[in-house]
């Protein structure tokens, strides 16, 4: 069965210090990706999604980066934090080509201080 | 950029009861989805209706879409403490990527 893995699950930042959140999955092929965030827990904005090994697409300019070195491995990451990159990350994938629903992970709540 | 906007924004029943929540949305879609997040939890995909689906049943969920009007309703008859929940719909526009709505926060009183 295919399972999604991110952590850390929670993760207290300073300001100015790097990010690198994590997601793999487990029991399928060349999966869609996605990291996407909710702030004040409503309403989530799609940040990157990839459709394989080193494609990215971003949605929004900011202050992250995403990068998928593997082809169930996808990593969100900043090289200087700020405040308002708090919030609740989400990752999640789908199958490629098929008209279905997403698979999320549980979500890293990032607080920068 | 959001592109389901849900209505209410909350709602609160008594175990038993029904739940209606609407989401509307702006562009044409391929699809339309509906999940559901306890709080401080992943999302879990409910439900998808395609664009010439009209309405879709699973369980005690059923969920309608109308694209004339650019709406859908998610509909949780005989509804649950365990209900209790915030509702996401979500539209897949075009090259499989969801734009989220704000959701609608359900809380089910036993």
């Known amino acids: 069965s295919q399972t999604i893995h991110q952590w850390p699950a929670t993760l207290v930042q300073p300001v100015g210090s790097p990010l690198s959140l994590e997601c793999t999955v487990e029991g399928t092929s060349n999966p869609n990706l996605y990291w996407y965030r909710q702030a004040a827990g409503r309403g989530l904005q799609l940040l990157f999604y990839?459709?394989?090994?080193?494609?990215i697409s971003s949605e929004v300019p900011q202050n992250l980066s995403a990068s998928r070195p593997q082809d169930r491995q996808f990593i969100l990451s900043s090289k200087k934090l700020l405040l308002s990159d708090s919030g609740f990350y989400l990752c999640?994938?789908?199958?490629?080509?098929?008209?279905?629903?997403?698979?999320f992970g549980s979500g890293t709540r990032l607080t920068v201080v | 950029s959001q592109q389901g906007e849900e209505d209410p924004q909350a709602l609160s029943i008594q175990e038993g009861e029904n739940a209606t929540m609407n989401c509307s949305y702006k562009?044409?879609?391929?699809?339309l989805q509906w999940y559901r997040q306890n709080s401080g939890r992943g999302l879990v995909h409910l439900i998808l209706?395609?664009?010439?689906?009209r309405e879709k049943h699973s369980g005690r969920l059923r969920v309608t879409l109308d694209t004339s009007k650019k709406s859908s309703s998610l509909l949780i008859t005989a509804s649950r403490a365990a209900d209790t929940a915030s509702y996401f719909c979500a539209t897949d526009n075009q090259g499989g990527k969801l734009i989220f709505g704000q959701g609608t926060e359900l809380s089910v009183k036993p």
């Open positions: 999640a994938w789908s199958v490629t080509g098929t008209v279905s629903g997403y698979t």
């Open positions: 209706i395609r664009s010439n689906e």
């Open positions: 990839s459709v394989g090994i080193g494609q």
């Open positions: 562009t044409s879609i391929n699809n």
